[in-house]
């Protein structure tokens, strides 16, 4: 009886707790997401998926120019590179305040969290290839961090310490005072907002830092930030109709549906790829198939002539994207001539390679997100290869049991869709996807690694850029994924908002989002 | 009744330690959560020192006895993910979301299915009748995911009655709650219908109404006391699925609850959560057939004699 009061005492407190929610008002912009990632605040106890509601609680050493792409100053007010490009001395911003009085952002404060997302224990994307980076972190005064490095890396602060990555600067006192559990439940950074409620892969509510004098970047437009889970579509898309949400992800076919509704259409420019990686191309120990029909250059060549890739932008994603000659984004890569489509030379390239009837293989999909039109994609991919000769058979799986097959040398035997992400640095994605060390690499030669190494080791800009180009060259050349495009992702916008610069799939800055004119201020 | 509880005890430890060496087993045939951890460019060396991290080095029934010596003092492991709360914790946040979930849709299901289920068996043949039956026949042939859509889009898009989804107050309970009543009230009005129709006909009710009773009182002191078993049964098991396998729902009215914990962590191979979610769950089984035999007995004095 005892139990059964409790339940009802617990479930009438629920009640009560649920008439608690705050409704939207002019002070709120509410983003609706499909996942948190999970629901944790430390920048290392979690993946890049939380950015969306990290960024605007933490602050970053440097922080990246939307429009150049460069690095501009963050914490750090400056830096210098030694000539060798293995120091980097940063600089760092004086005055600025942790939130809850927990002090000055200092240097041991940007050591300590360095070392926090570089552990072994880190949950944090870039942890590995940051162990291999960073040799050691001094800190000779309160507002100087030296940073030494194994190699060379000229491009560490638009990189790893940028906005766009995840280190973001926590207060190493609250941390070590409170302990990790409880810091991760309440951060503590120097950005503009502070937690304010958050219920585990529900509701996450940000409100402008109790402290404001202290904001040091420009004052956030929106009191509150509510960010809430809603992990489908059409539920999103609705929620913006009804005006529950200010802001979310949408699908390519909602598009139409959406400006119809009378709200606004934003789209990240370039913010992912689809493209098939193809198993056995790593040509490493016994991660590389010599048997697989792709091994050879031509096929790979004919797999990409094979397919429209226009078609697939046009229908797919309702023209949202660009034809692409490589599986991320980059810059010095622009230029690169995609794989036109040519079925008729897609056949000669595979007559010439020694398999006129085509052969079959399988094809590996999943949903993701973004990523839930990769299924789509694959159809439809082939169909493009069944016109050639190649004969496909689809399986869909789930990301998990891919990624298992793929990080454990497993995957070489067929061929799957991915997705691609722009990283601000070149070489940080090179190092993920193509350096014979990553598990996740789906392409290496030895001349291509001989490629990324010097690429790696040049310090000169202009050395970099030609070296980085005739990486896009070979990698396009030698067809070391069948390219696809890079595509837009749509957000649904409600007329609250304004003004909204992202500056990557990565770096959404929703605490700089300005209120649309008309809008009452706060 | 004291035999009947305990034997019932007996047979749940049974089970529940059969439900942990299949959970255990399966989940680990499934993928590799040190896979889902690997960050960008990750190396041989992080998977190895991720896999000793997480006990995975180790032969799968070494990581059993270890779970199963833990499990015995309560502590069903950690998740893998960034803050690692213990598995149970989680799910523990989770089920008062998911319980007040299923009890709404268990009141708005019995409050509309008995009535109407003894509605049509009383007038058998009529309109009220055709009426119970096609809602009986369309409560168990749509798909949740198309009517949680359907209900959102007319009721809170276009009508602005309640809220599209999230938790949060009254008006976010009542279109995810009718969604998973749907199904139960269906097969409520199917279950009392069909057993009031047999009542209605047996001899206690023709002894009933010869004893000169009034009609209300024949249909709901004698056949509707007789005639509620079978729904007593069901909803026994339907409640306990209803709590936790409301997955479809739960995602697309964004609630908070165990069916997408453990969507999300099967996803994930977390684990740790997916063997305290399915031992939760298998809890939660065991105590609602023994709640449907007690309720059994206390219904039915013919039970209770036979548990004596």
């Given at each position: 009886m005892r139990a059964a009061l409790s339940a009802l005492l617990a479930l009438a407190a629920l009640a009560v707790a649920a008439c608690a929610r705050p409704r939207a008002?002019?002070?709120?912009?509410?983003?609706?997401?499909?996942?948190?990632?999970?629901?944790?605040?430390?920048?290392?106890?979690?993946?890049?998926?939380?950015?969306?509601?990290?960024?605007?609680?933490?602050?970053?050493?440097?922080?990246?120019?939307?429009?150049?792409?460069?690095?501009?100053?963050?914490?750090?007010?400056?830096?210098?590179?030694?000539?060798?490009?293995?120091?980097?001395?940063?600089?760092?911003?004086?005055?600025?305040?942790?939130?809850?009085?927990?002090?000055?952002?200092?240097?041991?404060?940007?050591?300590?969290?360095?070392?926090?997302?570089?552990?072994?224990?880190?949950?944090?994307?870039?942890?590995?290839?940051?162990?291999?980076?960073?040799?050691?972190?001094?800190?000779?005064?309160?507002?100087?961090?030296?940073?030494?490095?194994?190699?060379?890396?000229?491009?560490?602060?638009?990189?790893?310490?940028?906005?766009?990555?995840?280190?973001?600067?926590?207060?190493?006192?609250?941390?070590?005072?409170?302990?990790?559990?409880?810091?991760?439940?309440?951060?503590?950074?120097?950005?503009?907002?502070?937690?304010?409620?958050?219920?585990?892969?529900?509701?996450?509510?940000?409100?402008?830092?109790?402290?404001?004098?202290?904001?040091?970047?420009?004052?956030?437009?929106?009191?509150?930030?509510?960010?809430?889970?809603?992990?489908?579509?059409?539920?999103?898309?609705?929620?913006?109709?009804?005006?529950?949400?200010?802001?979310?992800?949408?699908?390519?076919?909602?598009?139409?549906?959406?400006?119809?509704?009378?709200?606004?259409?934003?789209?990240?420019?370039?913010?992912?790829?689809?493209?098939?990686?193809?198993?056995?191309?790593?040509?490493?120990?016994?991660?590389?198939?010599?048997?697989?029909?792709?091994?050879?250059?031509?096929?790979?060549?004919?797999?990409?002539?094979?397919?429209?890739?226009?078609?697939?932008?046009?229908?797919?994603?309702?023209?949202?994207?660009?034809?692409?000659?490589?599986?991320?984004?980059?810059?010095?890569?622009?230029?690169?001539?995609?794989?036109?489509?040519?079925?008729?030379?897609?056949?000669?390239?595979?007559?010439?390679?020694?398999?006129?009837?085509?052969?079959?293989?399988?094809?590996?999909?999943?949903?993701?997100?973004?990523?839930?039109?990769?299924?789509?994609?694959?159809?439809?991919?082939?169909?493009?290869?069944?016109?050639?000769?190649?004969?496909?058979?689809?399986?869909?799986?789930?990301?998990?049991?891919?990624?298992?097959?793929?990080?454990?040398?497993?995957?070489?035997?067929?061929?799957?869709?991915?997705?691609?992400?722009?990283?601000t640095s070149a070489q940080n994605g090179l190092e993920a996807g193509f350096e014979a060390k990553s598990l996740f690499a789906s392409y290496n030669t030895p001349q291509l690694q001989v490629l990324i190494d010097a690429h790696s080791a040049e310090l000169d800009p202009a050395k970099r850029r030609a070296l980085l180009t005739d990486i896009g060259q070979y990698l396009r050349d030698q067809a070391g994924n069948v390219f696809i495009a890079h595509i837009n992702e749509p957000y649904a916008v409600s007329s609250k908002v304004g003004d909204w610069t992202i500056t990557s799939s990565n770096a959404l800055n929703f605490e700089h989002i300005v209120r649309a004119p008309g809008q009452a201020a706060q | 009744m004291t035999r009947l509880i305990l034997t019932r005890l007996a047979e749940a430890l049974v089970s529940l330690l059969l439900m942990s060496v299949v959970v255990f087993m399966l989940a680990r045939l499934t993928g590799d959560p040190v896979a889902v951890l690997l960050g960008d460019g990750a190396t041989q060396a992080d998977k190895a020192a991720l896999t000793k991290e997480l006990g995975l080095d180790k032969s799968l029934p070494v990581q059993y006895f270890i779970f199963l010596g833990h499990a015995l003092q309560g502590d069903l492991g950690t998740s893998i993910m960034g803050d690692k709360s213990p598995a149970m914790q989680l799910v523990l946040e989770r089920l008062p979301y998911s319980l007040l979930l299923a009890s709404v849709s268990l009141i708005i299901a019995l409050g509309i299915g008995v009535p109407l289920g003894v509605a049509a068996a009383v007038h058998r043949g009529r309109a009220v009748d055709t009426g119970a039956r096609v809602l009986a026949l369309l409560g168990q042939s749509i798909p949740p995911f198309w009517l949680g859509l359907v209900l959102i889009y007319v009721f809170a898009v276009q009508l602005g009655w309640f809220r599209t989804s999230g938790f949060g107050g009254p008006d976010r309970i009542v279109l995810p709650a009718i969604t998973m009543a749907l199904f139960s009230l269906a097969a409520i009005v199917r279950l009392i219908r069909s057993s009031m129709i047999e009542g209605l006909t047996s001899e206690y009710v023709k002894l009933a109404r010869a004893k000169g009773l009034s009609e209300p009182a024949v249909i709901w002191e004698h056949a509707f006391r007789n005639s509620v078993f079978p729904v007593v049964s069901f909803m026994g098991a339907f409640f306990a699925t209803m709590i936790t396998g409301a997955v479809v729902i739960e995602t697309i009215f964004a609630w908070p609850g165990v069916g997408r914990l453990a969507l999300d962590s099967i996803l994930r191979r977390d684990f740790a959560v997916i063997q305290a979610v399915v031992l939760a769950i298998t809890t939660l089984y065991i105590a609602m057939n023994l709640a449907v035999d007690l309720i059994h007995a206390w219904l039915d004095p013919r039970v209770r004699e036979a548990a004596r």
């Open positions: 008002d002019e002070s709120t912009l509410i983003i609706a997401l499909p996942t948190f990632s999970d629901s944790t605040f430390l920048p290392w106890t979690g993946g890049g998926q939380r950015k969306g509601f990290l960024d605007p609680i933490y602050d970053y050493l440097c922080i990246i120019n939307p429009e150049t792409g460069e690095p501009g100053p963050g914490l750090a007010e400056s830096w210098t590179t030694s000539a060798d490009g293995k120091v980097w001395t940063f600089s760092l911003r004086k005055g600025v305040q942790f939130q809850r009085g927990y002090g000055e952002v200092t240097s041991a404060d940007v050591a300590y969290s360095i070392k926090q997302v570089m552990s072994p224990a880190s949950r944090a994307g870039p942890a590995s290839p940051l162990r291999r980076l960073i040799k050691s972190i001094e800190t000779p005064d309160a507002y100087t961090v030296i940073i030494n490095l194994n190699r060379p890396d000229p491009e560490l602060a638009k990189g790893y310490l940028a906005n766009a990555q995840q280190v973001g600067i926590v207060s190493a006192k609250y941390v070590g005072e409170v302990g990790e559990r409880a810091a991760n439940a309440t951060p503590v950074g120097s950005g503009p907002y502070q937690l304010d409620f958050f219920r585990r892969d529900s509701e996450i509510r940000l409100k402008v830092r109790e402290d404001k004098a202290n904001i040091w970047r420009e004052a956030p437009q929106f009191e509150r930030l509510v960010f809430l889970a809603a992990p489908e579509v059409s539920t999103r898309v609705a929620m913006l109709k009804t005006g529950e949400a200010d802001i979310a992800p949408m699908s390519y076919d909602d598009i139409d549906d959406v400006r119809q509704a009378g709200l606004q259409v934003r789209s990240i420019p370039q913010s992912w790829s689809p493209v098939v990686r193809m198993g056995g191309l790593v040509q490493e120990g016994a991660r590389y198939e010599a048997k697989n029909p792709w091994a050879d250059v031509r096929v790979r060549q004919a797999m990409n002539y094979a397919i429209d890739k226009d078609t697939i932008i046009r229908r797919i994603f309702h023209g949202e994207g660009r034809i692409a000659a490589s599986d991320t984004p980059v810059e010095a890569w622009a230029d690169l001539p995609p794989y036109p489509y040519d079925p008729a030379k897609a056949r000669q390239l595979l007559t010439e390679a020694g398999y006129p009837d085509g052969f079959t293989l399988t094809l590996k999909t999943f949903t993701t997100n973004p990523g839930a039109e990769l299924p789509t994609v694959a159809q439809a991919v082939a169909l493009y290869w069944r016109a050639v000769g190649i004969k496909v058979s689809i399986e869909l799986i789930d990301w998990t049991s891919l990624r298992t097959a793929w990080t454990s040398g497993a995957a070489r035997t067929y061929v799957w869709t991915h997705r691609g992400f722009p990283f | -």
